[in-house]
């Protein structure tokens, strides 16, 4: 298994840094995620990786040999396209053994090998089909296999799911990690979607314009958010803008257009007067009546999505402002719209933040 180190690499188009200095470490056989808003910069740092794009400065190792000036046909990585890149006029099984044709692979090792590619994609019997034929979930898993047949010592996937709808982004997601795991090759994955990060992640970087602002496992960014740019990326959460009213210890007082709120101070070091936002993410907050908490506000029910055995609910309080909860629907107290409640939540389930959020 390959250990790759991302050194300082930055990426320029003109005058525009696409990327900027950039540095990673990737363990063998880790499953490393690059998550981030469109135009962040992620899929340009993967195809510096893969050598698709000449970084302006920077290095790439695999198990520390510079892989800069070696050419991509010789770099043994498998890419996977957010469109798939198949030959529309190339055969499944034909697609599948490009990469060894290219690489000389004799005939009767490329059979075996693409068969046993397309066993493990559940592609068996497909064969003879060409990528028009398929299914977006088959053109996918061909794309997959065509990259993995080769053995490659990283594997680079760019998007590979989002052209999917959601039931079948949800299976693929279980199907790609476990075949990963199997495979024990070491993966860097592009994705803008949080929830394909935080399920198939050993580690994640989060990027923005450019740069990295935090890489950690993904319980880690969601519990532990280094600013609120994180906290609001990865996970829905709650901000109220507000003013610190008070610090008494680890408790600090803000007062928010609804209500003086409490939160924990953590490591931020606040004053009285500092202008601060309070994070809540929807699923620390309780909603009904007679409720117990650090934190307890009036309002009233605006909005209520059922989503299987969770219930999202907006209640809207003091000063027009928009609280969102997740509940469990097990032994939950039915709402209904317009109904007057409570929510609440305790002190230390708020993070305080000091940057506006941008």
Same mark, same amino acid.
């Given at each position: ?93 034909? *697609? !599948?053994?490009? #990469?060894?044709?290219? %690489?000389?692979? =004799? ?10 590619? $397309? ?118 959460? *709650? !901000?109220?803008? #507000?003013?610190?009213? %008070?610090?008494? =210890? ?10 003086? $709120? ?97």
């Amino acid at each position: 298994m390959v250990r790759v180190e991302i050194q300082s690499i930055a990426v320029r188009y003109g005058t525009f840094w696409a990327v900027k200095e950039v540095s990673l470490e990737i363990e063998p056989g880790e499953i490393f995620f690059l998550l981030g808003p469109s135009g962040c910069g992620k899929t340009t740092l993967l195809r510096a990786v893969a050598g698709l794009s000449r970084p302006a400065m920077g290095e790439v190792l695999f198990n520390g040999r510079p892989m800069n000036t070696v050419p991509v046909h010789e770099k043994n990585v498998g890419f996977v396209f957010q469109n798939y890149a198949l030959w529309p006029h190339l055969t499944v099984a034909e *697609n !599948v053994a490009y #990469g060894l044709t290219t %690489r000389g692979v =004799d005939k009767e090792s490329q059979k075996s090998r693409v068969a046993t590619a $397309l066993s493990m994609l559940s592609l068996s019997g497909l064969e003879e089909r060409y990528p028009g034929e398929l299914s977006g979930g088959q053109q996918q898993r061909v794309a997959v296999a065509r990259a993995v047949v080769v053995e490659p010592d990283v594997l680079l996937m760019d998007e590979p799911l989002s052209n999917l709808d959601a039931r079948l982004r949800a299976e693929m997601r279980t199907e790609l990690k476990a075949l990963i795991r199997r495979l024990g090759v070491t993966t860097i994955y592009v994705t803008h979607d949080q929830r394909e990060a935080l399920s198939m992640a050993d580690r994640v970087a989060v990027m923005r314009d450019g740069a990295i602002v935090q890489c950690a496992s993904p319980r880690a960014l969601y519990d532990e958010p280094a600013n609120e740019f994180v906290a609001s990326f990865v996970g829905e959460t *709650n !901000v109220f803008e #507000g003013e610190v009213k %008070r610090v008494d =210890d680890d408790i600090v007082e803000v007062k928010t257009p609804f209500e003086v $709120l409490k939160a924990t101070k953590g490591s931020l070091e606040v004053a009285k007067g500092d202008a601060v936002h309070v994070l809540v993410r929807p699923e620390d907050i309780a909603v009904g009546a007679a409720l117990q908490g650090s934190n307890i506000v009036g309002g009233r029910v605006t909005d209520i999505a059922f989503a299987g055995g969770i219930e999202e609910v907006f209640v809207e309080v003091q000063g027009a402002v928009r609280v969102h909860v997740m509940r469990s629907l097990k032994d939950a107290e039915t709402l209904e719209l317009g109904e007057t409640v409570e929510v609440a939540f305790d002190a230390d389930r708020a993070r305080l933040f000091k940057s506006p959020l941008r």
